[in-house]
């Protein structure tokens, strides 16, 4: 994460930032089972692959080459510039299929484990909340600065909730 925000002379936060407000696309499955390859990042934190692949990066790590995103389902080797981690299994091969991704599914990365700051962002669009302006695109609890209506938001782990756009695949 620190390297892409350096390299592209922006914060840590605005790489996560620029990296969840969109959704993506899955172009195809590859290089290891369930690895989806995602595009087009935004060109702002668009990063080339290491020089030297790295021996081994953790299952679920989230990275950047070039204009492509993706997600590593199993512990391997790689040259993608990590952000980040997510807690889906891409790869389980006692199911069917075996990968939780196909070509063609469109994702929404959370800009939290738990989607909170798109929720409160959401929140305030409708106007029931206001949150703080200097929060930006994420947002946390302790950045809501009115809740006239006296609304109980209560955080959760992403585990438990199952997503409910209708318009990804997860």
């Known amino acids: 994460l620190e390297y892409v925000a350096k390299y592209n002379n922006i914060t840590p936060e605005k790489v996560i930032e620029l990296h969840t407000e969109k959704d993506y696309l899955v172009y195809m499955i590859g290089f290891a089972p369930g690895f989806p390859y995602l ?7 668009s990063t080339p692959r290491k020089e030297k692949p790295r021996p081994k990066i953790p299952a679920g790590s989230v990275g950047i080459a070039g ?41 929404a990365i959370p800009n939290d484990e738990t989607n909170g700051g798109r929720t409160l962002i959401l929140l305030q669009t409708a106007g029931l ?42």
């Open 39 to 45: 595009a087009d990042v935004h060109k702002n934190i």
């Open 67 to 107: 204009e492509q995103t993706g997600m590593y389902p199993l512990e391997s080797p790689g040259g993608w510039q990590i952000i980040g981690q997510t807690p889906m299994e891409l790869f389980t091969p006692e199911q069917s299929p075996p990968t939780l991704l196909q070509s063609g599914d469109k994702i």
């Open 129 to 170: 909340i206001k949150v703080d302006p200097a929060a930006g695109n994420l947002p946390t609890l302790k950045d809501i600065t009115e809740n006239t209506l006296g609304l109980e938001i209560i955080e959760v782990d992403a585990s438990t909730t199952s997503r409910i756009l209708d318009d990804v695949a997860v």
